[in-house]
């Protein structure tokens, strides 16, 4: 009875450590690890112990014969990998990175911003004795994207929260949530109060298309939409108009199918979640019945990930559909491309809401006076670089689609830190393993590129960590010159605890998770203390 890895993996390699015999793949310092979808269970070694399901932080482990109908394709899909990839001869990876101890006394380090990249970062610190962790976010809540940007339909993927309370939880880390870098603390200020400052601020903005109409009223950026219907504080108050029957995704990655999933879900399913209250109300009244996702290039080049692809096919009394000429489909047979045939050749139910996988197509214009009416856009076709990038190029042939909202999902890009070096190319700050300058370092998507998982972050962090101890312990890091001061205004653990206890106890009255607060003025009130005064 093998184990099977299921959708929500999180690839943080926690479950490679704890199988006894080496049967989970690719581990950490293997080739594919960091690039595929997701880990494999290997069902010819697998001894069936359960020891991965105890360490994997967001329950993707489970026995086939517990599996659900909807998982039942994980189980063909763990097993076909190993016959592409044999790891027969491969010894057990040794993934936890030496304990090194701190030869001065206590390293302080500051980390600013509290998502999954800046909790791993904290994690790797304080497997060191004598390190002291302090994280900021400019949010009275941490979690990052998390707690919003996971779609809530996705509850089993945020239980890596549970994970997280373990982190902050030990005796050497605390927060300052609330503070924002920049506005309420310097950077030069966090130099001055510790050793090291690892910054984990994430891609905070979108990728712009760069068409006429794309700042009409109903055309929306990915990070806007997906945080209102996440109720993130910046943008939970926000309106958008769901009359039209007809929504346009533009782009097809992982983000594009949550989206054009809360679009079509029954309001119903979604009021046992967290999804906020606003906009829960709004997908009630809305009238969408068809949500279209552009893709400029084909099938085979589609971003979205075949677990996620999987899952999207398993939806019930929604209908998903795909367009594109069979020889397309059928071009580079992959698993994604299999999956997508089989879909094509579904017969929809008249009556349907429905998902529509449109592939060769480019936007050329959002067309509306004041407000999103139709999106005219153009077939393409594929030609392949000499270096085999594969590029899409317009045919001219255009067509126009009726709809009032278009969401715009072309990928994530962050923003330049204050004080740091910023490359515009590829939207990350330049950096030798994450090492800036002795004393300032950079972990998770502002390192890399908005790429990979939620565990993803966990190596990624593993390498910073390390460049910032051998700096520590090499001498090259200053001495703090004063103590920290931000604690009067920042909320601390206990005040995220408490606001913790208050949204859980609203979830429970309602048979929910929990009932997200989603403004500073409630948070602060749940957490019992004053409300800091609007920045300017």
Not at 119 to 139: I, K, Q, S
Not at 284 to 303: D, F, T, Y
Not at 483 to 492: H, I, S, V
Request: glycine content about 10%; some cysteine; overall charge negative.
């Amino acid at each position: 009875m093998p184990y099977v890895v299921t959708r929500s993996c999180c690839a943080d390699a926690s479950c490679v450590l704890a199988c006894p015999v080496n049967c989970i793949h690719p581990a950490p310092g293997e080739p594919g690890f960091g690039s595929t979808e997701m880990l494999y269970v290997d069902p010819r070694t697998c001894v069936d112990c359960g020891a991965c399901t105890s360490a994997c932080p967001v329950d993707a482990l489970k026995p086939h014969t517990a599996l659900g109908e909807a998982e039942l394709p994980f189980l063909e899909l763990n097993a076909s990998y190993y016959k592409e990839n044999a790891h027969a001869d491969r010894a057990p990876m040794h993934v936890v990175p030496r304990q090194r101890r701190i030869p001065q006394g206590e390293l302080s380090v500051a980390v600013v911003g509290a998502g999954p990249a800046g909790l791993f970062a904290a994690d790797e610190l304080l497997r060191h004795p004598g390190t002291r962790v302090t994280v900021y976010d400019r949010l009275p809540t941490p979690y990052g994207l998390v707690r919003a940007g996971v779609a809530p339909d996705h509850q089993d993927t945020k239980h890596v929260t549970e994970l997280f309370g373990a982190i902050e939880a030990q005796p050497a880390f605390s927060y300052r949530l609330g503070v924002e870098v920049g506005t309420d603390v310097t950077h030069a200020d966090l130099l001055r109060d510790h050793h090291a400052v690892i910054y984990a601020v994430g891609a905070a903005t979108d990728n712009r298309l760069g068409i006429e109409g794309e700042d009409l009223s109903g055309s929306v950026c990915a990070t806007d939409f997906v945080a209102w219907y996440n109720g993130h504080p910046d943008h939970a108050h926000d309106d958008h108009d769901l009359g039209s029957q007809r929504a346009v995704v533009i782009g097809n990655g992982n983000v594009a199918l949550d989206v054009a999933r809360i679009l079509t879900a029954d309001p119903d399913a979604l009021a046992r979640t967290d999804i906020s209250d606003r906009a829960l109300a709004a997908l009630r009244a809305g009238n969408v019945r068809e949500v279209v996702l552009l893709g400029r290039r084909g099938p085979a080049q589609a971003a979205f990930t075949v677990p996620e692809l999987l899952a999207l096919g398993a939806l019930k009394d929604v209908d998903v559909c795909v367009e594109g000429r069979p020889e397309v489909l059928a071009r580079g047979a992959t698993e994604k491309t299999r999956l997508l045939s089989e879909l094509a050749a579904r017969t929809p139910v008249e009556g349907r809401r429905r998902i529509v996988l449109r592939f060769l197509t480019s936007p050329v214009r959002i067309v509306g006076d004041g407000a999103v009416r139709a999106l005219e856009m153009t077939t393409t076709t594929l030609h392949t670089d000499d270096d085999g990038t594969v590029r899409a190029r317009p045919t001219g042939d255009t067509r126009t689609l009726e709809t009032g909202l278009v969401v715009r999902c072309v990928g994530y890009r962050a923003r330049p830190v204050p004080g740091l070096p910023f490359d515009e190319d590829t939207a990350t700050v330049p950096h030798d393993a994450g090492r800036v300058e002795p004393g300032v370092y950079v972990t998770g998507w502002i390192k890399r590129g908005p790429t990979g998982f939620i565990g993803t972050n966990r190596t990624c962090a593993q390498e910073t960590v390390a460049s910032l101890l051998d700096d520590f312990c090499a001498g090259h890091l200053n001495r703090p010159v004063s103590a920290e001061g931000t604690a009067g205004k920042a909320l601390g653990l206990e005040d995220w605890r408490a606001i913790d206890r208050v949204e859980r106890a609203a979830g429970e009255a309602q048979g929910r998770p929990r009932v997200k607060l989603t403004d500073t003025e409630s948070l602060h009130r749940a957490a019992a203390r004053p409300v800091p005064a609007v920045r300017g």
